[in-house]
């Protein structure tokens, strides 16, 4: 899935980094553009959850706007 990060071009290593920290493969596709999956996720309703719940803590933490494009 990706993940637009619009705004913030510093952020995007920061979480890229924090997205790796919780075991996800993300990787940076174009600036301000995560792609991120789950390996180990049964299912991809599953994924997108943890994505949103991984996204929401990282966005929360540091009052910037992240979109989780699917």
């Known amino acids: 899935m990706r993940i637009r990060l619009s705004g913030h071009p510093e952020l995007v290593t920061d979480l890229r980094d924090h997205l790796r920290g919780v075991g996800c493969i993300a990787v940076e ?3 301000g553009l995560i792609e991120a999956t ?4 049964p299912s991809a309703a ?3 959850r943890e994505l949103r ?3 929401a803590t990282w966005t ?5 706007e ?3 494009e699917e």
């Open 29 to 31: 596709v174009a600036p």
């Open 38 to 41: 789950i390996p180990d996720a």
């Open 46 to 48: 599953q994924e997108r």
């Open 53 to 55: 719940a991984y996204l």
């Open 60 to 64: 929360a933490a540091r009052g910037v």
């Open 66 to 68: 992240a979109v989780l």
